[in-house]
């Protein structure tokens, strides 16, 4: 059974700093593009980073400077460096995949996210 497993977050003050995994395990051809969103209270949910297979990057304004979302494809896993939170980086935060089967087959997966509160 394919899944992605978040880990890592956690509470911080704020000006601290979190480091998000993400693995995706079971059966996996390789994975193409991995990313994190966010969702706060109230609020929809948000693209904060994405990664392509080549490793070019794109960022939400709010994060950049201070996020950095790398991969390790021997690992299936992506990660998410998180520095100088702030209170408004509260959320649950999702990682999404597209995961290749085969050559030809894949599917996007979502894991059941994990919580970041940022606070004194």
């Known amino acids: 059974q394919v899944q992605l497993v978040e880990s890592g977050g956690g509470l911080v003050q704020p000006g601290g700093s979190l480091r998000l995994s993400c693995a995706a395990s079971g059966t996996i051809f390789r994975t193409n593009h991995m990313g994190w969103y966010r969702q706060a209270p109230g609020k929809q949910r948000e693209l904060v980073a994405r990664i392509m297979s080549g490793g070019s990057t794109n960022y939400a304004d709010s994060v950049k400077g201070r996020f950095t979302i790398s991969r390790d494809d021997g690992k299936n896993t992506v990660y998410l460096q998180m520095n100088s939170l702030k209170p408004e980086d509260t959320a649950v935060y999702y990682c999404?995949?597209?995961?290749?089967?085969?050559?030809?087959?894949?599917?996007?997966?979502w894991g059941l996210g994990t919580q970041v509160t940022v606070s004194s």
């Open positions: 999404n995949g597209d995961l290749w089967f085969s050559r030809s087959q894949h599917m996007s997966y």
